[in-house]
């Protein structure tokens, strides 16, 4: 029998009934930023069923993640992670209307989850929970069919991964995201040569991917009742001005880094200022905050420069003096394609779907920087919706089908070689 022959036979025996029914199982558990343990529990169920040694880190109370290792037989051999976060963006159990407004397939009561025809319709089915069950299922395809590993594959269910920062009165771990499981996890003891990160690619390689810095511009006004704010300089209106220069700003900001032919996206993303309850009185202050995205290579005050000097025109031509902090650092990560980890993924791309894997590059960042920071050569391929529609809250079975097939051979060849072979280019 050919290789080619025997891969294809080896990912025959998939259980696909057990791999949709894990996607579902966890999507039914809402598991929003800082409410993880709940799902950390779940999942690390359906790893120990599989053989697996599984250590659940306590991250905070009530957030853990789940450190799981199906052991290889030799000391030289490769260790591949498949890394995911467990949280969603938003609740399930969220105000219907902002559900609504982001996916017309969320339910509004439990069970969270549902599946029609070919779609798997819920929370988190798209970001992340379905590839976490593609993780189990390429163990347990493995396993199912007998195979010997050299080396170690890791899962890692990562708490924490949502961009969301603490910021002014914002506190708690509702808010405690962008990386705070892998970085904890990093630090007490998950490692691996290589990963794969599940996040909703459409089975596609993304090796490399920008960064983000998160600001908050502030004005500070004069406290004043209505009745006496005749000639008070409003903050509200003052930072009127100020959006209209980011506006101005961007489009020379998108040239000057274009990256990959992508140019970095930039949102005001928040505007707070005064008091609703308390409309009589002048607005004591006003803070903008605003994402901006930017690509590799960059330095994050490479960026924090570009706004402070868009500020500091301001401040001499308009006579407004906004102060400018710099709350959330997201880096980029950037991989070379010829990273044996990248010929692996294409290699059983090939084999399952017929045709080389696409490369992309996106203006959204994920865990795969904190990983490479830490010596492990990461890499984003996963699952989402189907052919041209990639929709929160859908996943398109038969994709998910094919990226555990392309787990399983994945994990197979990194799995069956040694650190050395893994660690270099091809």
């Known amino acids: 029998m050919s290789s080619d ?28 930023t800082g409410k993880e343990g709940e799902i950390a529990e779940l999942y690390s169920s359906k790893l120990r069923a599989l053989g697996m040694k599984v250590v659940l880190q306590e991250v905070e109370p009530g957030r853990q993640n789940v450190l799981a290792a199906l052991r290889g037989d030799e000391p030289d051999g490769a260790c591949l992670m498949f890394n995911g976060h467990m949280d969603t963006s938003f609740a399930a159990s969220e105000d219907p209307e902002i559900l609504r407004a982001i996916s017309p397939y969320y339910q509004e009561r439990p069970p969270w989850g549902r599946i029609e025809g070919d779609w798997l319709y819920g929370c988190g089915a798209f970001n992340m929970k379905s590839a976490l069950a593609a993780y189990a299922s390429a163990v347990r395809t493995i396993q199912d069919g007998g195979m010997k590993l050299r080396g170690d594959i890791v899962i890692a269910g990562v708490v924490g991964e949502i961009e969301k920062s603490e910021i002014d009165q914002y506190k708690g771990p509702q808010f405690r995201g962008y990386g705070y499981g892998t970085a904890y ?9 290589v990963a794969v990160l599940g996040e909703p690619t459409g089975l596609r390689l993304m090796h490399t991917h920008s960064g983000s810095c998160w600001f908050r511009i502030a004005l500070k006004g004069t406290l004043v009742h209505t009745g006496h ?198």
């Open 5 to 32: 022959a025997a891969e294809t036979e080896i990912v025959r025996k998939l259980d696909q009934q057990k791999l949709v029914q894990d996607a579902l199982d966890l999507v039914n558990v809402d598991s929003p």
């Open 185 to 193: 996890l990093v630090a007490h003891g998950g490692t691996a040569d």
């Open 229 to 426: 704010s005749s000639g008070v300089k409003n903050v509200i209106l003052q930072m009127n001005k100020v959006i209209t220069a980011i506006e101005s700003w961007i489009p020379g900001y998108q040239e000057r880094y274009t990256f990959k032919g992508a140019k970095p996206t930039v949102n005001v993303g928040s505007i707070e200022g005064g008091w609703p309850w308390r409309a009589s009185r002048t607005p004591a202050f006003c803070n903008l905050y605003v994402d901006v995205r930017f690509p590799p290579r960059y330095h994050a005050l490479d960026i924090k420069q570009e706004l402070a000097l868009v500020l500091e025109k301001l401040k001499n031509e308009g006579g407004i003096s906004p102060e400018l902090d710099l709350y959330v650092t997201d880096e980029w990560s950037e991989l070379d394609s010829k990273e044996y980890v990248c010929e692996a993924i294409n290699k059983a791309h090939n084999l399952v779907l017929g045709k080389p894997v696409e490369t992309v590059y996106f203006s959204w960042s994920s865990d795969a920087n904190i990983l490479t920071r830490h010596g492990v050569k990461a890499v984003n391929y996963g699952p989402s919706g189907g052919p041209g529609k990639e929709t929160r809250s859908t996943m398109f079975i038969p994709n998910l089908v094919s990226c555990a097939k392309v787990y399983t051979l994945v994990a197979r060849d990194i799995c069956s070689r040694t650190r050395k072979d893994v660690n270099r280019k091809t």
